[in-house]
């Protein structure tokens, strides 16, 4: 597979690590925009945009570990950034590719409550601190899920040069499923459901 990657034509290097740089800095500078704007403007500071403000920031932590090391194996073909890298980069990878569903089906439930239920209802449910407990149990159970498979042994983190990315290995058929279980399942499929059903 590495070959496939360093087999590229100049055209489609050029071509394949440019997109990932105007990406990079698009990310980069969008999301740096909604965090200073929700920072600056104390009206903007609503318990809905603390969700907002969680997508905005799991999103720069793609653009800050994920997209520019990417942009380093399209321009380079191969991984030159050594092994704890590696590591670095599949973790934040994982974490980030999973947290954006899960923060956004908690946004999608924040607005169908403050929609359909009463002022008083959505008071109860969604304060800005019960806001911040909830994203960050969230987030720390979607990155405590990643390194247990990862500590347990169930899962390793290599370099794939057909994805240009450090990504996770199953080591097992087990760890295979309880993965698919758990990303597909709490990961994606219920907070799309939520999602629609708000």
Known sequence: MEDELSS?????????????????????????????????????????????????????????????????VLISSRWPFGEALCQMHAFSMLFTVFISPVTMGFTAVNRYVKVCKSEQQYKRFFTKWK???????AWFFVAGYIWVMRLAGL????????YAACLNEHLNNSA?????????????????AITIFS
């Open 155 to 162: 899962q390793g983190f290599y370099f794939n040069p057909e």
């Open 8 to 72: 590229r034509s100049l055209f489609v290097t050029v071509l394949e690590a440019s997109f990932m740089i105007v990406l990079n800095i698009v990310s980069l500078l969008g999301n740096t925009f909604v965090c200073i704007s929700l920072y600056r403007n104390t009206a903007l500071r609503t318990t809905t945009n603390v969700y907002i403000f969680a997508l905005a920031i799991s999103d720069l932590l793609s653009a800050i570990f994920v997209m520019p090391l990417a942009a380093g």
């Open 131 to 137: 806001s911040r407990i909830t994203l960050a149990s």
């Open 176 to 192: 295979m499923i309880i993965h698919y279980f758990v990303t597909i399942g709490f990961f994606f499929v219920l907070p799309l």
